[in-house]
């Protein structure tokens, strides 16, 4: 069965970096589009960033683009989320998510399978 799962989460410093991997099985990732989603405490679920199926224009969320990378790898069915010059504010669970086809969408709602999440902590 379709599986994700999400590595990499950390206590970093502000102005650190990270990368987060989100490794999938049960599925090929080159017939996938994988988004990264973050979630505060208290929020609800955003959408940061896209990589479509079709190896098409990636997905940004404005506010995150400057910093933060989004990397497929389809030999290695996964797909990496590299954040830089982190932020108390970036303090989040990430979770990544796909669905099958190549449209690159943000909303929640359309996706099927999630991994469990993974906690990124910005902190001095």
């Known amino acids: 069965q379709v599986q994700l799962v999400e590595s990499g989460g950390d206590l970093v410093q502000p102005g650190g970096s990270l990368r987060l991997s989100c490794a999938g099985s049960?599925?090929?990732?080159?017939?996938?589009?994988i988004t990264w989603f973050r979630q505060a405490p208290g929020k609800e679920r955003e959408g940061v960033s896209c990589?479509?199926?079709?190896?098409?224009?990636?997905a940004y969320l404005d506010s995150v683009k400057d910093r933060f990378a989004i990397v497929r790898d389809d030999v290695k069915n996964t797909v990496y989320w590299s954040m830089s010059d982190l932020k108390v504010e970036d303090t989040v669970v990430y979770y990544c998510?796909?669905?099958?086809?190549?449209?690159?969408?943000?909303?929640?709602?359309?996706?099927?399978?999630w991994g469990q999440g993974t906690q990124v902590t910005v902190s001095s």
């Open positions: 049960g599925f090929s990732l080159d017939h996938a589009t």
């Open positions: 998510a796909m669905k099958y086809g190549s449209t690159c969408v943000l909303q929640p709602a359309l996706y099927e399978w």
């Open positions: 990589t479509p199926s079709d190896t098409g224009n990636t």
